[in-house]
């Protein structure tokens, strides 16, 4: 069995998510599909994860990409999380994963919407369902691109008031039309564009998916979809193991195994851990020049792996939430060694968590400054997840 060591995964990371000097690109597209996708629960990580593997990339450029090229999209793909992704992905992700999901978040609604009694049965309810869902795709046809605010405002049905966490502490209330846009886009029908505020913000404005991308996403079958995306993964995330393709993907074991099986990689020994390898991508990949990154939370590099053990050591409790969420990460040579955050004054503050050398301690300084120029005073804010306790402490 080909043994595959920490140095050489730590390696293939640099290289495949470009995150070497020489691996830098000067287009965002270029940069998601080298990743499969950004993470993009939290706006910000979009930009500043596609900035760390571009050599000169501006706001101006991610969102040219994004809504007036329309060469990226935004989606709810694996484990119910947003993903910023090219459209040649878009359609695997769609059948892989965000079937599933939406598939999910209908039953949770149809449930939501007896609670508030919109109809005596169930058959009553899904009709009823089936009505308002054709209701909201016409407002928003005829709007072009609206809110969920404006669209709840169009017709007392998207105005129907839904109990989030019936009898839970943290009990709270929705407008329908905010929910219902969310089923809408995972199975396809509707896309987030431009946001109300900067590109910070999460509030977005929502289209017809065929206004935006006229043809629409390819159709795929959900099996077929599911073993190309596990094709992709091994691509950008092998060598790893069964575990963490499940983990990624918010798979089943079945459909893991399911897919695996389909493409028949070959086992490596990844220091003990049984790990996975595409057939043809089995050369040794020789190490790059040391390298500095200063990525983003949320990033889809750490966040690519359930074992991270390899690139991230004994950090991990303080570099990540309650809920597993990584925070701002710094980077050397393939390995965490650290995170940033921003100050008081909005200056970012790089702690290290070992000793590095001078010359990392350089390297991250001039990544600190190249990120500070493009972020022109922005202060970034921790969303959809909670402060790690490193940016506590460097806030403070």
């Given at each position: 069995?080909?043994?595959v060591d ?24 270029e940069?998601?599909r ?5 993470h993009?629960t939290?706006?910000?990580s ?11 990339g501006q706001?101006?450029d991610?969102e ?7 060469s990226?999209?935004?989606?709810m793909g ?5 993903f910023?992704?090219s459209?040649d992905?878009a359609p695997v ?7 599933a999901v939406a598939?999910?978040?209908?039953r949770l609604l ?9 109809a ?6 899904e ?13 928003l ?22 109990v ?6 943290y ?5 329908l039309?905010?929910?219902l846009?969310?089923?809408?886009a ?7 564009g ?9 509030q977005y404005?929502?289209a ?10 390819a ?13 992709r993964w091994?691509?950008?995330f092998?060598?790893a193991?069964?575990d963490?393709?499940?983990?990624w993907?918010g798979?089943?074991k079945?459909?893991?195994?399911r897919?695996l099986t389909?493409?028949r ?9 049984h790990g ?12 790059p020049?040391?390298?500095a ?5 949320l990033d ?7 074992h ?6 004994e950090?991990?409790?303080r570099?990540f939430?309650?809920?597993g ?5 710094v980077?050397w040579d ?8 921003q100050?008081s004054s909005g200056?970012?503050v ?6 590095v050398?001078?010359d ?7 990544e600190?400054?190249r ?5 022109g ?6 969303r959809t ?12």
């Open positions: 069995m080909r043994r920490a140095v050489e995964r730590r390696a293939r990371l640099a290289l495949r998510h470009r995150l070497t000097v020489d691996t830098r690109t000067d287009d965002p597209v940069v998601a080298s990743l499969l996708a950004l993009g939290d706006p910000s979009v930009y500043v994860g596609a900035w760390a593997r571009m050599r000169d706001v101006a991610v040219r990409a994004l809504y007036e090229d329309r990226l999209i935004r989606l694996m484990r119910r999380t947003v910023v992704t459209l992905v992700l769609q059948a892989a994963c965000s079937r598939a999910r978040e209908r149809l449930g939501m919407l007896a609670e508030s009694g919109v005596d049965d169930a058959a009553g309810v009709a009823w369902l089936a009505q308002t869902e054709e209701v909201a795709l016409r407002a046809k005829e709007r072009g691109e609206a809110t969920a605010a404006e669209l709840a405002s169009d017709d007392p049905r998207l105005a129907t008031e839904l989030m966490a019936r009898g839970k502490s009990e709270g209330r929705q407008k039309a905010s929910r846009l969310l089923l809408l995972a199975e396809g029908h509707v896309v987030r431009r946001p109300r505020g900067t590109w910070t913000s999460h404005r929502w017809s998916l065929t206004d935006w991308f006229p043809g629409g996403l159709d795929w079958d959900t099996r077929e979809a599911e073993t190309e995306l596990a094709r091994l691509r950008t092998g060598p193991t069964a963490d393709l499940r983990w993907a798979w089943t079945t459909q893991t195994k897919a389909e493409l990689p070959v086992e490596v020994d990844l220091d003990g851990l996975l390898l595409l057939p043809d991508d089995l050369e040794e990949t020789s190490r020049e040391p390298w990154a200063l990525l983003p939370a889809s590099t750490p966040m690519g792996w359930q991270r053990g390899w690139f991230l050591g950090h991990g409790p570099l939430d309650r809920n969420n990584i925070g701002p990460s980077w393939g390995r965490i060694v650290g995170g940033w955050a100050d200056e970012i790089c702690r290290f968590l070992e000793d050398g001078a990392a301690q350089s390297a991250v300084r001039a600190a400054e990120l500070a120029t493009r972020l005073g922005v202060r970034l804010t921790a997840r909670g402060r790690t306790w490193l940016e506590e402490e460097l806030a403070a």
